[in-house]
Nanobody, 117 residues
Framework: QVQLVESGGGLVQAGGSLRLSCAASGSILSFNAVGWYRQAPGKQRELVTAVSRGGRTNYADSVKGRFAISRDIAKNAVYLQMYSLKPEDTAVYYC???????????WGQGTQVTVSA
């Protein structure tokens, strides 16, 4: 099984930037995809972005052009670079590893991102 540790959240003004990190205890190449979800109070958790084992990426329309997902295979890490942040980006952000060889998905503990106007 895999453990995930997230970091990098915080409070930022609108227009600012943050980088979130997700460190895994095993190889992220064991999974079909790795990605980031977010959940705002009173709302469902939604997919923000993901990258497949082969390196193909996808982004929610709301973050295209502003967020970028990247991987460091050697460090078993995935990152979310966020810029031009908006108040509506405020949420708890979760790292997820999907479709592992053991058949399970794994979630990080979540990190709070708050964007003030």
């Amino acid at each position: 099984q895999v453990q995930l540790v997230e970091s990098g959240g915080g409070l930022v003004q609108a227009g600012g930037s943050l980088r979130l990190s997700c460190a895994a205890s095993g190889s992220i190449l064991s999974f079909n995809a790795v990605g980031w979800y977010r959940q705002a109070p009173g709302k469902q958790r939604e997919l923000v972005t993901a990258v497949s084992r082969g390196g193909r990426t996808n982004y929610a329309d709301s973050v295209k052009g502003r967020f970028a997902i990247s991987r460091d295979i050697a460090k078993n890490a995935v990152y979310l670079q966020m810029y031009s942040l908006k108040p509506e980006d405020t949420a708890v952000y979760y790292c997820k590893l999907s479709g592992g060889s053991d058949g399970d998905d794994y979630w990080g503990q979540g990190t709070q991102v708050t964007v003030s106007a």
